[in-house]
């Protein structure tokens, strides 16, 4: 409710926190996106729900490039069928409907932008791509820890695509391994979990 200038804090803080001190998570970019949109539009409901349908319209948006990436060569309506379903899916109406839940629609945005770069990284190289990855799978863990399964899912992509160099998944095992490193370290959690995790 302070707008912008309440980042640099909101940074340091809990998602939540209460008078008792019970507090949980830690979703920066979610309260982020809440302090700039309070900046200048004040506290409405409306542009709320229709932010909430812009970060959903990109989430279809990116899913359609995803899809166009994972089956390159089958007719566009194998592609274009399986998006209509995610975007109408009656599933998704509490997610977009409920302002709260911006951060999953976050968390899936960075998720998805993420699995799209790996997926142009492992057929054209390009190691900025490596970087983008990385930087979209930390944005989306700042969202909601919820993106976490994307840095298992990134990998083994890459061990399913046809002809994909070892060498390239790798790369991405380095870069998810750096993220995993700090999504621990922010979370609080021990860093030995990271060598229970990496091998699963």
């Known amino acids: 409710s302070k707008g912008i200038s309440a980042i640099p804090k909101i940074f340091t803080s809990y998602y939540y926190e209460d008078e008792q ?8 970019l979610t309260l982020t996106s809440f302090a700039i949109e309070h900046q200048f539009f ?11 349908l812009l970060f959903y319209f ?24 399986p998006a209509l379903l995610f975007m109408v899916h009656p599933l998704h ?18 998720a998805l932008l ?9 057929k054209n190289g390009g190691l900025w791509r490596v970087l983008l990855i990385t930087i979209f799978l930390i944005s989306g863990l700042l969202s909601k ?11 083994l992509a890459g061990v399913l695509m046809p002809q994909t160099e070892f060498k390239k998944i790798g790369v991405v095992l380095l870069s998810v391994s750096f993220v995993l490193l700090i ?9 030995t979990w990271v060598f229970y995790l990496l091998p699963a």
Do not use: W
């Not at 409901?45 to 932010?51: D, G, K, L, Q």
């Not at 279809?60 to 194998?78: C, D």
């Not at 999504?183 to 860093?191: E, I, N, S, T």
């Open 21 to 28: 001190g019970y507090k949980y998570e830690y979703r920066p």
């Open 183 to 191: 999504f621990m370290a922010l979370r609080d959690y021990p860093l």
């Open 114 to 122: 993420a699995f799209y770069q790996s997926l142009l990284f492992f």
């Open 42 to 52: 004040g506290e409405s409901p409306a542009v709320s729900h229709f932010i909430n």
């Open 93 to 110: 109406t509490e997610v977009v409907a409920s302002i709260k839940n911006r951060d999953e629609l976050l968390s899936l945005l960075f």
């Open 58 to 81: 990109f989430c279809s948006l990116v899913f359609v490039f995803v899809l166009k990436q994972l089956f390159a060569g089958l007719s566009e309506v194998f592609i274009i069928i």
């Open 145 to 155: 820890s919820s993106s976490i399964s994307y840095l298992f899912i990134i990998p």
